[in-house]
């Protein structure tokens, strides 16, 4: 399949003679010599479309470098996360995007992708020594990666590049002042906040999310210390209605609304953020990617006060809800040879290697993790690499892969935005489950 | 004699139309352009409404299973409730304080087009920008709004950040960006007023009270009714403002049906679904606007 696009561009190019010749005669040549070569597509222009963030500001700070390197240039566009979501969604339907490579959230995106079949399956190239270089260390991207890039059916159509890990940030100030140790036990956790919640001061025990869609992951946090997912079997099946599910909710609504600050069923990772930056919350549980704002001396009170640890445990498991993001190219891009090249360099290790030392996000790799020349100049807390890595053989997906997964996100977030107004879990989680259950199982269906 | 009426009749039509055919050709463009941007889009949402169409999926022929299935849907229901709320204040505050601060305006004192150009600047600024430094003064611990509750020793609100009191608060920004709408219309009415019927009240040594109600009031009813319809289709229509402040939330307290059909559309990618809220969502504005039309007849000048 592969080989043959190449070929019938080789044989347009001829036909075309001189106008596309330059490009196309590289090709065949290299085709021939059989090594990997970066310089293989050059002249060739790749649009890219990244979610605003680290990864995008990397991008286009290297951009220079890449076309050094390869003689692809690249048309960067940057736009924010939901936005961009929206935007692949409705491009990729059209068959016709305007973009051939473009990042993406396995966790929200991978099953819709899959069962549309819109991504450029890139299995053989990965295997032909021509389209893989031996310095992109395809052994050392981690296993939970490369289960995300791959189909249910076995197919690989994405590259990995980053994780977040949900961890907790501490204010080791507050810990401090009032003796607390850091909690290792959900117990001892919602202990710690009651002790550090100090209203009066303007200090919460506890920050997280509490805003509807958003809240579902701090929830399915704490739901891993009570050993479940939110949805097992096959087919699929919902079991966010289990008493332990119940449980964990109940937790949720203790911890949020007790220790947390007034109107924190508005909270999105955002305020949350400010709050802890300011220096008001003593605990914040959220994904890695907020060690470089939090550390900024230009945004944050707390930089050097911050400690960053591992999860509590539950009663009946521990785990780190892990988020992964990926990139892809869309079956019908202009542009794929180059377009995987592209690819193929924002996922290799030396640019995970950058993306770590700012404090980016974790890549799925282990070998950057490990590197001293990138621990020392690591622009975050080391604690916060020895954190990531704590997390890393405790994680666990943190939603499910469905396609209606933003759906899912609603209806079970509302249910816990709810309780944080003082509704009751059981009757909440019950209510949102059987409110969902029709719609996965009519998606699951199809 | 009767027959011979009838031909010259048809023949006079006949030649008016042979006089005609060379223009009809002119209608072409903009019954094609029509065609096109207004009734093909409607035909087309509704045959949508009609599907059970997931992006990414093929779309089945239900016919109206997603309007039954709307009609028991908690969220849907929930959401034209929140948008009759949200219109009903939306529309009423600004339409009293317009209607005072419009009173107010047309008096003479000094400074008057200063202030008047200071009142009208909400209405300038763009709804998303203005949303995105509310939301900042919302902030319940580090918002301007609680600090200023605080000064005055009140106790502070959670504003957006309730669902008992998200409503309310997007309110005060809808009063603050609206106002100066309902009060420019005013001030052109009270403007086009005759003076004759005052000077008449004022030597029948009529109150300021007496003259408001029974000669202003009146006279600029009509330019009322106007603010009143533009501002409920606005109201019905509000997205920007609840979208950034509060998305909806918290939960789905604030989701009115633009919020719910966004989602259905693009965050849930159910065209069906969401074509199927927009011909309800339409449904309710035209019975709405054809209510205000006949209320605009009626307060005609006799």
């Not at chain 1, 907790?168 to 919602?190: H, I, Q, S």
């Not at chain 2, 009813?221 to 009143?228: D, T």
């Given at each position: 399949?592969?080989?043959s696009?190449?070929r019938?561009?080789?044989?347009?190019?001829v036909?075309?003679?001189?106008l596309?010749?330059?490009?196309?005669?590289?090709?065949?040549?290299?085709?021939?010599?059989g090594?990997?070569n970066?310089?293989?597509?050059?002249?060739?222009?790749?649009?890219?479309?990244?979610?605003?963030g680290?990864?995008a500001?990397?991008?286009?700070?290297?951009?220079?470098?890449?076309?050094?390197q390869?003689?692809?240039?690249?048309?960067i566009?940057?736009?924010p996360?939901?936005?961009?979501?929206?935007?692949?969604?409705?491009e990729?339907?059209?068959?016709?995007?305007?973009?051939?490579l473009?990042?993406f959230?396995?966790?929200?995106q991978?099953?819709q992708?899959?069962?549309?079949g819109?991504?450029?399956?890139i299995?053989?190239?990965?295997?032909?020594?021509?389209?893989m270089?031996?310095?992109?260390?395809?052994?050392?991207?981690?296993?939970?990666?490369?289960?995300?890039?791959?189909?249910?059916?076995?197919?690989?159509?994405?590259?990995?590049?980053?994780?977040?890990?949900?961890m907790?940030?501490?204010?080791?100030?507050?810990f401090?002042k009032?003796g607390?140790?850091?909690?290792?036990?959900?117990?001892?956790?919602?202990a710690?906040?009651?002790?550090?919640?100090?209203p009066?001061?303007?200090?919460?025990g506890?920050?997280?999310r509490?805003?509807?869609?958003?809240?579902?992951?701090?929830?399915?946090?704490?739901?891993?210390?009570?050993g479940?997912?939110?949805?097992?079997?096959?087919p699929?099946?919902?079991?966010?209605?289990t008493?332990?599910?119940?449980?964990?909710?109940?937790?949720?609504?203790?911890?949020?609304?007790?220790?947390?600050?007034?109107?924190?069923?508005?909270?999105?990772?955002?305020?949350a953020?400010?709050?802890?930056m300011?220096g008001?919350?003593?605990?914040?549980?959220d994904?890695?990617?907020f060690?470089?704002?939090?550390?900024d001396k230009?945004?944050?009170?707390?930089?050097?006060?911050?400690g960053?640890?591992?999860?509590?445990?539950g009663?009946?498991?521990h785990g780190?809800?892990?988020?992964?993001?990926?990139?892809?190219?869309?079956?019908n891009?202009?542009?794929?040879?180059?377009?995987?090249?592209?690819?193929?360099?924002m996922?290799?290790?030396?640019?995970?290697?950058?993306?770590?030392q700012?404090?980016?996000g974790?890549?799925?790799?282990?070998?950057?993790?490990?590197d001293?020349a990138?621990?020392?100049?690591l622009?975050?807390?080391?604690?916060?690499a020895?954190c990531?890595?704590?997390?890393?053989?405790?994680?666990?997906?943190g939603?499910?892969?469905?396609?209606?997964v933003?759906?899912?996100?609603?209806?079970?977030?509302?249910?816990?935005?709810?309780?944080?107004?003082?509704?009751?879990?059981?009757?909440?989680?019950?209510?949102?489950?059987?409110?969902?259950k029709p719609?996965?199982d009519?998606?699951?269906?199809? | 004699?009767?027959?011979?009426?009838?031909?010259?009749?048809?023949?006079?039509?006949?030649?008016?139309?042979?006089?005609?055919?060379?223009?009809?050709?002119f209608i072409?463009?903009?019954?094609i352009?029509?065609?096109?941007?207004i009734?093909?889009p409607?035909?087309?949402?509704?045959w949508?409404?009609?599907?059970?169409?997931?992006?990414g999926s093929?779309?089945?022929f239900?016919?109206?299973?997603?309007y039954?299935?709307?009609a028991?849907?908690r969220?849907?229901?929930?959401?034209?409730?929140?948008?009759?709320?949200?219109?009903?204040?939306a529309?009423?505050?600004?339409?009293?304080?317009?209607?005072i601060?419009?009173?107010?305006?047309?008096?003479?004192?000094r400074?008057?087009?200063?202030?008047?150009?200071?009142?009208?600047?909400?209405?300038?600024?763009?709804?998303?920008?203005?949303?995105?430094?509310?939301?900042?003064?919302?902030?319940?611990?580090?918002?301007?709004?609680n600090?200023?509750?605080?000064?005055?020793?009140?106790p502070p609100?959670?504003?957006?950040?309730s669902?008992?009191?998200?409503?309310?608060?997007?309110?005060?920004?809808?009063?603050?960006?609206?106002?100066?709408?309902?009060?420019?219309?005013?001030l052109?009415?009270?403007?086009?007023?005759?003076?004759?019927?005052?000077?008449?009240?004022?030597?029948?040594?009529?109150?300021?009270?007496?003259?408001?109600?029974?000669?202003?009031?009146?006279?600029?009813?009509?330019?009322?009714?106007?603010?009143?319809?533009?501002r409920?289709?606005d109201?019905?229509?509000?997205?920007?403002?609840?979208w950034?402040?509060?998305?909806?939330?918290?939960?789905?307290?604030?989701?009115v049906?633009?919020?719910?059909?966004?989602a259905?559309a693009?965050?849930?990618?159910q065209?069906?679904?969401?074509?199927?809220?927009?011909?309800v969502?339409?449904?309710?504005i035209?019975?709405?606007?054809?209510?205000?039309l006949?209320?605009?007849?009626?307060?005609?000048?006799n």
């Amino acid at each position: 399949m592969v080989r043959s696009i190449t070929r019938r561009r080789a044989l347009q190019g001829v036909a075309l003679g001189g106008l596309a010749a330059p490009m196309l005669n590289t090709v065949t040549a290299y085709a021939q010599s059989g090594a990997f070569n970066w310089q293989r597509f050059k002249g060739q222009t790749v649009e890219v479309l990244m979610e605003t963030g680290p990864r995008a500001d990397l991008m286009k700070k290297y951009q220079k470098e890449f076309l050094d390197q390869t003689g692809i240039k690249l048309g960067i566009e940057v736009i924010p996360e939901q936005q961009a979501r929206q935007k692949v969604a409705i491009e990729l339907n059209s068959g016709k995007p305007s973009f051939d490579l473009f990042n993406f959230a396995f966790h929200v995106q991978k099953r819709q992708f899959e069962k549309a079949g819109w991504l450029l399956e890139i299995t053989d190239w990965l295997k032909d020594p021509q389209m893989m270089p031996a310095e992109y260390e395809l052994g050392d991207v981690s296993k939970l990666g490369m289960s995300f890039a791959t189909t249910s059916d076995g197919k690989v159509n994405a590259l990995p590049i980053l994780c977040d890990y949900f961890m907790v940030y501490y204010n080791k100030e507050l810990f401090a002042k009032k003796g607390v140790a850091f909690p290792k036990t959900l117990d001892e956790m919602m202990a710690a906040a009651a002790a550090l919640n100090d209203p009066s001061a303007g200090i919460s025990g506890f920050v997280g999310r509490g805003v509807r869609n958003a809240n579902v992951v701090l929830w399915t946090q704490l739901l891993s210390g009570w050993g479940q997912e939110t949805v097992t079997g096959k087919p699929l099946r919902l079991i966010t209605d289990t008493p332990d599910a119940i449980a964990s909710a109940e937790y949720y609504k203790k911890l949020l609304s007790s220790y947390g600050p007034a109107g924190i069923a508005g909270f999105n990772w955002n305020e949350a953020q400010g709050l802890f930056m300011q220096g008001k919350a003593a605990m914040w549980i959220d994904a890695t990617g907020f060690a470089a704002p939090v550390e900024d001396k230009t945004k944050s009170r707390v930089v050097g006060k911050v400690g960053y640890g591992v999860p509590p445990s539950g009663p009946k498991g521990h785990g780190s809800v892990t988020f992964g993001t990926g990139m892809a190219i869309p079956k019908n891009a202009a542009h794929k040879e180059a377009a995987y090249y592209t690819m193929l360099w924002m996922t290799g290790p030396k640019m995970a290697g950058r993306m770590l030392q700012v404090g980016g996000g974790i890549p799925f790799r282990t070998a950057p993790l490990k590197d001293p020349a990138v621990l020392s100049t690591l622009t975050v807390p080391r604690e916060w690499a020895d954190c990531a890595a704590g997390c890393a053989p405790i994680s666990m997906p943190g939603l499910p892969v469905i396609v209606p997964v933003t759906e899912f996100r609603d209806v079970i977030g509302t249910a816990l935005t709810n309780l944080l107004g003082g509704a009751d879990a059981a009757t909440e989680m019950k209510r949102a489950t059987a409110e969902f259950k029709p719609v996965l199982d009519k998606s699951e269906a199809s | 004699m009767a027959g011979a009426d009838v031909t010259i009749a048809a023949g006079t039509r006949a030649a008016g139309e042979r006089r005609l055919r060379p223009y009809l050709l002119f209608i072409w463009p903009a019954l094609i352009v029509s065609s096109a941007v207004i009734i093909f889009p409607w035909i087309f949402t509704i045959w949508m409404s009609l599907n059970d169409w997931h992006i990414g999926s093929k779309q089945v022929f239900i016919g109206l299973d997603n309007y039954v299935a709307l009609a028991t849907n908690r969220r849907f229901l929930e959401s034209i409730g929140h948008t009759i709320y949200f219109t009903i204040l939306a529309v009423a505050l600004p339409m009293v304080l317009g209607t005072i601060s419009a009173l107010v305006f047309h008096k003479k004192f000094r400074g008057r087009g200063f202030f008047r150009t200071l009142f009208i600047m909400p209405m300038m600024a763009t709804p998303v920008a203005v949303s995105l430094i509310w939301t900042m003064m919302f902030h319940p611990q580090l918002g301007v709004l609680n600090y200023f509750l605080s000064l005055v020793g009140l106790p502070p609100s959670e504003w957006v950040y309730s669902p008992n009191t998200v409503i309310p608060s997007l309110i005060l920004v809808e009063i603050w960006l609206w106002t100066p709408f309902v009060m420019i219309i005013v001030l052109g009415g009270l403007a086009s007023l005759p003076t004759e019927p005052y000077e008449a009240a004022l030597i029948d040594g009529a109150s300021q009270w007496q003259m408001f109600w029974k000669i202003t009031y009146p006279l600029v009813l009509p330019f009322l009714v106007v603010a009143l319809i533009m501002r409920t289709i606005d109201a019905l229509k509000v997205f920007e403002t609840i979208w950034v402040i509060s998305n909806g939330g918290p939960g789905t307290s604030s989701e009115v049906l633009n919020v719910y059909l966004y989602a259905q559309a693009f965050a849930y990618n159910q065209v069906g679904t969401a074509s199927a809220v927009v011909v309800v969502f339409f449904a309710i504005i035209v019975a709405l606007s054809l209510v205000l039309l006949w209320a605009r007849q009626k307060a005609k000048w006799n």
